[in-house]
C-alpha cells in the first residue's frame, strides 16, 4: 500500500517561496514508477494540477505555473518536493500530492490518481 503524506509551512508570507515536502511509503520513488504530482485546490474551487516528476526525474507543469514552480525528489528520503516562488494570496490553498502509474498532465480529478495524500493548508497572507 502507497501513503502519501504532506507536509509544511501552513503560513507564507506574499512574495516569498513556497516549499512543500510529499513523503512516500509503501513504493520507492525512482524504481517504482509512478509518477509524483501537485495539485492543489483553492477555497471554493476546483482542484488545479500543477505538475508531476517521473520515477526517472523528468518534469511537466502546468503552463499556467510553469515559470514559478519546480517539482524535484529527493531519492535518498523517498520524497518530493514543490517550490512556488513570489507566491500571492491567490495562492492560498490545500496543497495535495498524488501517485498515478501513468503520466497524466493536467489531471484535475481525484480518481485518475492511484494514491493521494491527506492534503495540507497552506495560507499566504502577511
Known amino acids: 500500500q502507497v501513503q502519501l503524506q504532506e507536509s509544511g509551512p501552513g503560513l507564507v508570507k506574499p512574495s516569498q517561496t513556497l516549499s512543500l515536502t510529499c513523503t512516500v511509503s509503501g513504493a520507492s520513488i525512482p524504481t517504482g514508477y509512478y509518477y509524483w504530482s501537485w495539485i492543489r485546490q483553492p477555497p471554493g474551487k476546483g482542484l488545479e494540477w500543477m505538475g508531476v516528476?517521473?520515477?526517472?526525474?523528468?518534469?511537466y507543469y502546468s503552463p499556467s505555473l510553469k515559470s514559478r514552480t519546480s517539482i524535484a525528489r529527493d531519492t535518498s528520503k523517498n520524497q518530493f518536493t514543490l517550490q512556488l516562488v513570489s507566491v500571492t494570496p491567490e495562492h492560498t490553498a490545500v496543497y495535495y500530492c498524488?501517485?498515478?502509474?501513468?503520466?497524466?498532465?493536467?489531471?484535475?480529478?481525484?480518481?485518475?490518481?492511484?494514491?493521494w495524500g491527506q492534503g495540507t493548508q497552506v495560507t499566504v497572507s502577511s
Open positions: 516528476i517521473s520515477y526517472s526525474g523528468s518534469t
Open positions: 498524488g501517485a498515478t502509474r501513468r503520466l497524466i498532465i493536467g489531471g484535475t480529478t481525484k480518481n485518475l490518481y492511484d494514491y
